[in-house]
């Protein structure tokens, strides 16, 4: 039998993305087996965490600071909005370190089957921000999934009012890839998105 606390302790555990039932008592009894080296020290960084970080009012990027460090910077290019689905996205990018223009997080896609809108994202502010003069391109840089290119084209039919260049990243064959290996879809995007050697 499993005391109220450990139950407890496994149901949250188990909220989290790519933890089922099992994995979370495997995690919660390694936190507990390892109470002074890593269950104590990760619940203060947790607590932390939740009292300083704070979503940034420009991007929506979270940060310590308010604007975020990337919304701060004076060195980044003012002129280019990347516009992305979840931080998530915004952290792989930036891990390239081929990105040097400012970020928009919508927070997620437009799903009619899950009743979210465009007033459930944050698309208004990024059609704010676009009307900057400043702001030449938005690229949209959101999943190749049918939400994600619903988002797009309807993003990109919102930023026809502004005086922005509108670019989507371009999908295909991966360096690296294997023509063979490719699914289908894949394929096709490669195919239409050919360019000139």
Known sequence: MIGTEIEHLIKLIGRLPGLGPRSARRVALHLLKNREALMLPLAQALNKAADVIEE?????NLDTQRP?????SSVRDRGIICVIEDIADLWAIEKTGSFKG?????????????????????????????????V??????????????????YIADCLHSCNV???????????GGQIDYLDDGTLAAALRSRKAV
């Open 136 to 153: 030449k391109e938005v690229i949209v840089a959101l999943n190749a999934t049918i939400d994600g290119q619903t988002t797009a084209h």
């Open 56 to 60: 940034c009012p420009d991007c929506h």
């Open 102 to 134: 400012y970020y928009h997080v919508l927070g997620g896609t437009l799903s009619a089957l899950d009743g979210i809108g465009p007033e459930d994202l944050s698309i208004p502010h990024l059609l704010e921000r676009a009307r900057d003069d400043r």
């Open 68 to 72: 975020c460090a990337i919304c701060a």
């Open 165 to 175: 260049s509108v670019t989507q990243l371009a999908h295909g064959v991966p360096i």
